[in-house]
Every structure is written in structure tokens, then in C-alpha cells.
């Protein structure tokens, strides 16, 4: 049953969906589904997710819409909401007006590769992607579209400054503002380099000829389908041009 929410409640909703369009992950919604009982409002959202994930600028709406779905169904949710975001959980802690602003951060010190001395560049963009004549054309339209906007544009191949070629993959990944994936034939080396990507929080764009192609656990994530001929090749061009225009302008 939908309850009606108060001029005054849908007011506390909105630092709310502030916080929770700068802060939550994928798991932060999921786990407050679970909590609320709510689940199905977020897992059923047609774009909530996708949204979060491709960054697309209807997320913040989306928030909003999910959280006041939560609190009309119970109005008890508002409290529970304010609670999770504040502590962590649904317990009753600090008030809403102390809404923690920085996310935690992951600190380690990979055991298999070397930290490069040099900073990220929010200029680069990085192609991981099968080694075969097959894709050269491809890797092409991908480079086409990354100069359209002005960034530069590399991939493994074209950089040998270490022995071990993944320490230089590596590198590139940690050097990138934006890493370009193509999943086409289930490559396993596209697969670890795309969780290195995310691990080091990197603009992840999947590419694919084939949805079934795409692992599993990012099959919740939006990608770029195209056929390796003159107009797929186009079309992918265009497609990438519009997604790295975005990233590029919206900065994180």
C-alpha cells in the first residue's frame, strides 16, 4: 500500500538523494533494498542502476524517484534511510545533518605490478582489447572517436617499457582516465585487464560483437554492440565519440 509522504518528509528526502547520487555503489542499494524490505523497487527500477553504472545524467532523477517509492510504501523507511546512510546501517546513530561526505578509500600495494611514478592522465584513454589482425579496424574506429575529442588514445601494443608485458598494461590502466573494452570472443586477458580497470576505479566503455560475449557479473552494466564491417565500424565510432564526450565532461 503507497502512503502519502508530507510536504516536510519529502524536504529530508533530498539531502538524501544528494548523498546517495555522490556516494552509493551498486551494493549500497542493493543492501538498502534488503533492509527496507525493498528490493524489488530498486532491483525492478528500469534505469536506477544502468544510470549509476554508465553515468548517465537522469541518475540523480532516478534517486530521487527510488526513494520516495521506499518511504511511501513505509513511512518508517525515512528514519531507517537517514540511519544506514549516517552509520552504515539501520541502527539509530548521528543525525542526518552530519551526512559523512567522503567515501572510504581502498589503499593497497599490488604484490604482482609496480605503482608507476607518474600520475594519471585525465587526457588518456586506453584500448584493452584481443592482439589480432582481425581488430585492427576496430582499434582504429576506437581511436578515431577518442581523437574526436581531443584525448589520446593508446593500447599495450604501443608502449614497451618493461619486460613483463602486463606490467606495462598495467600501467597503462593506472595512467588512463577512461579504458575502452572490447569482450568479442570471451578473451581472458580483456577479462583481467577490465577487473583491474575497476579495481583502480577507471571509466570502464564494455564494446562487444556479441552480447554473449559479456562476463556474467557485467551483464547489469550498459555496452556498445557492433559489427566489425564499414558501417558497424561507424557506428561504433559514433557511439564512442558521444560516451567519451560525456566522461570527459563530467569529470570525477
Known amino acids: 500500500m503507497t502512503m502519502y509522504v508530507n510536504a516536510d518528509d519529502r524536504k529530508k528526502i533530498l539531502p538524501l538523494k544528494d548523498y546517495a ?26 534505469r536506477l542502476l544502468r544510470s549509476l553504472h554508465w553515468g548517465d545524467p537522469d541518475y540523480s532523477g532516478c534517486v530521487l524517484d527510488v526513494l520516495i517509492s521506499i518511504v511511501e510504501r513505509d513511512i518508517g523507511n525515512l528514519e531507517f534511510i537517514e540511519n544506514y546512510i549516517t552509520t552504515g546501517s539501520g541502527e539509530s546513530g548521528t543525525n542526518v545533518s552530519s551526512i559523512k561526505t567522503n567515501t572510504p578509500k581502498i589503499v593497497f600495494n599490488p604484490s604482482v605490478f609496480e ?20 581488430f585492427s579496424g576496430v582499434y582504429q574506429a576506437i581511436k578515431s572517436s577518442v581523437e574526436a575529442n581531443f584525448l589520446i588514445c593508446k593500447r599495450a601494443g ?17 595512467q588512463s582516465h577512461i579504458v575502452v573494452c572490447d569482450f568479442t570472443g570471451k578473451n581472458p586477458n580483456v577479462f583481467y585487464e577490465a577487473g583491474i580497470a575497476h579495481t583502480l ?16 557479473d557485467l551483464q547489469h552494466h550498459r555496452y556498445v554492440m557492433y559489427l566489425n564491417n564499414n558501417e558497424g565500424l561507424n557506428t561504433l565510432r559514433n557511439e564512442l565519440v558521444k560516451r567519451i564526450d560525456y566522461l570527459n565532461k563530467n569529470r570525477s
Do not use: R
Open 21 to 46: 547520487v555522490n556516494e552509493f555503489t551498486d551494493e549500497n542499494w542493493l543492501e538498502l533494498g534488503i533492509l527496507t524490505n525493498c528490493s524489488d523497487i530498486i532491483q525492478n527500477h528500469p
Open 115 to 134: 605503482v608507476p611514478s607518474d600520475d594519471p592522465n585525465p587526457n588518456l584513454v586506453s584500448v584493452m582489447m584481443p592482439f589480432s589482425p582481425a
Open 158 to 174: 604501443d608502449i614497451w617499457q618493461h619486460s613483463v608485458l602486463i606490467q606495462d598494461v598495467f600501467s597503462l590502466i593506472y
Open 201 to 216: 576505479g577507471k571509466h570502464v566503455i564494455p564494446i562487444t560483437q556479441s552480447k554473449d560475449d559479456i562476463p556474467f
